[in-house]
T-cell receptor
Framework: AQTVTQSQPEMSVQEAETVTLSCTYDTSESDYYLFWYKQPPSRQMILVIRQEAYKQQNATENRFSVNFQKAAKSFSLKISDSQLGDAAMYFCAYGGSARQLTFGSGTQLTVLP | DTGVSQNPRHKITKRGQNVTFRCDPISEHNRLYWYRQTLGQGPEFLTYFQNEAQLEKSRLLSDRFSAERPKGSFSTLEIQRTEQGDSAMYLC???????????????FGPGTRLTVL
């Protein structure tokens, strides 16, 4: 069974600075997707970025980028120029042949003005 | 594309009562998933449908839980004889099956927060 580990329960960043959220996973599959979802307080889960395992190039979406290290089974999220609206719980998720997503326990990000 | 919708958004019930939640997926998404999320944790998979067929159920889905997706459109999740441990956020997600058959992005609804007194 796949597992996803987020070892940082809480992180904080100063507005306009850069922060990196960590995620590691365990799998024996070679073909899979990895996702970062954002869940603001009392609001729904929103996709931030996704990475296909077969792609070597790291995914980027505006201020959000990932560092995907397939051999190390590491998938970190970098948020540049942090904004107050980035404050949320961030979940790393694995999607493979099992169809459903396996989520980590989340990292609560606080953005300080 | 109006997104995934869920009703009700909040449900408070007394222990032992039955509750039913509804999920309307993004139109033409043939896969629909149910997850449960407890406070401070990531969502945990409960079950999923491809069209009207329920293809997989987690061991978390006890006999008191039943899900349906008639006609392959909306889905309902029913919990019978609710217990205090059922208190959680119940999330629905949908996605289309990619042509290559590989996992694609799941889009989540706002969830139904259940409180069992």
């Amino acid at each position: 069974a796949q597992t996803v580990t987020q070892s940082q329960p809480e992180m904080s960043v100063q507005e306009a600075e850069t922060v990196t959220l960590s995620c590691t996973y365990d799998t024996s599959e070679s073909d899979y997707y990895l996702f970062w979802y954002k869940q603001p307080p009392s609001r729904q889960m929103i996709l931030v970025i996704r990475q296909e395992a077969y792609k070597q190039q790291n995914a980027t979406e505006n201020r959000f980028s990932v560092n995907f290290q397939k051999a190390a089974k590491s998938f970190s999220l970098k948020i540049s120029d942090s904004q107050l609206g980035d404050a949320a719980m961030y979940f790393c998720a694995y999607g493979g042949s099992a169809r459903q997503l396996t989520f980590g326990s989340g990292t609560q990000l606080t953005v300080l003005p | 594309d109006t997104g995934v919708s869920q009703n009700p958004r909040h449900k408070i019930t007394k222990r032992g009562q039955n509750v039913t939640f509804r999920c309307d997926p993004i139109s033409e998404h043939n896969r629909l998933y149910w997850y449960r999320q407890t406070l401070g944790q990531g969502p945990e998979f409960l079950t999923y449908f491809q069209n009207e067929a329920q293809l997989e159920k987690s061991r978390l889905l006890s006999d008191r839980f039943s899900a349906e997706r008639p006609k392959g459109s909306f889905s309902t999740l029913e919990i019978q004889r609710t217990e205090q441990g059922d208190s959680a956020m119940y999330l629905c997600a949908s996605r289309s099956l990619g042509l290559a058959g590989v996992t694609d992005t799941q889009y989540f609804g706002p969830g139904t927060r259940l409180t069992v007194l």
